[in-house]
Structure formats: C-alpha cells, structure tokens
C-alpha cells in the first residue's frame, strides 16, 4: 500500500526541520557561551543591587548572599552549571524576583509576541501598499512625496518618535493611552479586554513598524520597478490586462520575495528595538523586562532572555524560509518546500 502524497510532504518537511535545527545547535551554544562570558565582565552584581537598596550591608551579609546565590564559586563552576541547566531546559532562578527564570519568560513572552506581529504586520502591510503605489505613480508627485515621506521616519529614532507620538495622540488629542497593557481597575472580559489591549498596543506597535515600514516602501518599489521590463510582465500587457491587474496580480508576488527573506532577518533588530519601545510605553514584555535586569544586575534573568531570543529569531527565519519556498516554485524543486 502506497504512502499518501500528504504523509510523504509531510516526512520531508518534518525531516528539513529537523536538519536545519540540528544545525543550530552549535549556533545557540556559541550564543550561550558569548553572553555568560560578556556578562560575566560587566561590574557588579545582585547582591551590590540588593545591598544598596537596603541602605547598607555588612560584607558578612553580601558574602553570605553569594554564597546562597552561588556566585562565590569559580566562574567555570557557574559555566558548567549554567550549561548543564539549559540541557535539562532550566533557565535557572531569579534572585530579583524570587522566581524560576522560564517562568517569568513565559509571563512577558505572549506581550512581546503580540507587539512584535502587531508592528510586522502594519510595516508588512504599510510597505506593501506604499511601494506598490509609489512604484505605480513613479517620477510622479505622489512617489515624491511617499519617498520623503519614509526617508524621515527611517531617520527619525523609534524613541523619539514613541514619545512625539505619545504627546500627540495621548496627551494633546486623548486618543489612545500612553502605557501599559490595559486600563487599571476595569474588569473587561471577551472582546472588550482584547478591545482594551489592541488600545494599548497601536501606538508602541506603530512606533516599533515606523522604521520597518520604511524600509519595506522602499524594497517595494525597487522590486516592482525591477520587474516592470520582465517578460511575464510584458505577456500580461500583451493579452490585455490592465495595468492595476498586472501590479497586483504578477508583478506583487514576486517582489513579495525579497521582502520575506529580510523579514527573517530582521527579527532580531525587531527585538532589540522592543527594549526602546517597551521602556517608552511601559509595556511588560520581554524588551522591559531585559532592561530591568540589567538594572537589578539580574544575569540569570538576562541571560535567559537572550538565550530564548536566540531561539525566537531562529525559528522565525525558519517561517521565513518555508513563506519563500511557498511563493517560489524554484524553491520547491530544491526540496526546500516539500
């Protein structure tokens, strides 16, 4: 009896997966390894934290506290046990916060993620729609003017334009709140609680998109004006379809490529520019979360962020790769896409 065509495709997906993770490994260890060893050259630690919070401390008391928390040991002692920790997945403890460090991962995780496809998707689909008419309207007025348009948001720094847009759309038209992740004291349940979010969430997500968005306009428009002389191109003018058909319809999804391949790759800035945003507009993800333990000098906590967001980019490049093998029959025939 024959294997189905689905189980066969599925197999072969299956076994892609697991090659390309295979080969991360090695890659996440690197990642590992680099930030115990950076972190362990940056000055202080929790207990300097802890003791300077309580006003004083006696160095018997700071020393009893390193020795609880470990931190008297030998650091290749501390690498082994970090190591061997992230082997059996234990992130290890936050001393801050008096909790497992995967646990408070877990906590902020779904914020940053909301954040992050929020943001992606208003840059996906702002550049989307920008590039395609400012391709369509090239040398014209309206591609002039969406060009100076992005060049500014592109320059402008995202702190900058979180606080701009905080005072305008917050505090002068009272349009949208200016922290948090929802309005304090109301019990909101179903669609009015995701209502409260979403909220909460346009600004710091339109704030994190701007740079994106420019970029996307821009990659847009050069794809699509690239592929303008193409043959399909001409094919399609040629049986008769209008110049707005051929846009959307031919020209869109082949210059959809190089958009999805940069999208994996900038995930990573996408996360480091959260630290920024989430700090602005006091959002409790991961990005705030990071900048707090550096504060607190919580390397546990720091270091499993890290470690985790490591993880999150790779798997986010791996969508990546499966999107182009979908858009690109060329992909497929090099197994890519089973």
């Known amino acids: 009896m024959s294997t189905p065509a689905w189980a066969r495709r599925t197999l072969r997906l299956a076994g892609w997966l697991g090659r390309r993770l295979l080969r991360c490994l090695p890659v996440v260890f690197g990642i590992a390894l680099l930030n115990f060893a950076v972190l362990q050259l940056a000055p202080g630690d929790v207990v300097d934290v802890l003791a300077g919070e309580a006003g004083a401390a006696s160095p018997e008391y700071m020393a009893a506290l390193r020795q609880r928390f470990g931190l008297d040991q030998p650091l290749l002692v501390q690498l082994g046990h970090y190591l061997w920790g992230l082997l059996q ?36 689909v702002g550049g989307l729609l920008l590039g395609t008419l400012s391709a369509w309207r090239a040398g014209r007025w309206t591609d002039r003017l969406i060009s100076a348009g992005v060049l500014v948001v592109y320059a402008t720094p995202s702190f900058w334009l979180g606080l701009m847009a905080a005072v305008l759309f917050s505090a002068r038209l009272g349009w949208l709140p200016s922290g948090g992740m929802e309005d304090v004291g109301r019990d909101l349940h179903g669609l009015a609680h995701a209502g409260d979010v979403l909220r909460h969430a346009l600004l710091p997500a339109a704030t994190l998109a701007g740079f994106y968005l420019a970029v996307y306009t821009k990659l847009t428009r050069a794809s699509l004006l690239e592929l303008s002389g193409a043959d399909f191109i001409r094919t399609a003018r040629a049986k008769g379809a209008g110049e707005w ?10 210059a959809l ?13 996408l996360l480091s520019g959260a630290v920024l945003v989430e700090s602005v507009f006091s959002w409790p993800g991961l990005g705030r979360l990071a900048f707090d333990s550096i504060l607190a000098r919580d390397f546990n906590l720091l270091m499993g962020i890290l470690f985790m967001s490591s993880w999150l980019v ?14 690109d029959p060329r992909i497929r025939l090099q197994g890519v896409r089973p």
Do not use: E, K
């Not at 403890?93 to 496809?117: A, E």
């Not at 790779?314 to 858009?327: F, G, K, Q």
């Open 245 to 254: 058909r051929v846009t959307w319809h031919h020209a869109l999804r082949n």
């Open 314 to 327: 790779i798997l986010m490049n791996l969508l990546a790769d499966l999107a182009c093998a979908w858009a």
């Open 89 to 124: 997945l234990d992130l290890g403890f936050s001393f801050r916060h008096n909790l497992p460090v995967r646990s408070l991962i877990l906590q902020r995780l779904p914020c940053t993620l909301l954040l992050m496809l929020l943001a992606m998707g208003l840059a996906l």
């Open 257 to 269: 490529l190089p958009l999805v391949s940069m999208l994996g790759y900038q995930l990573s800035s």
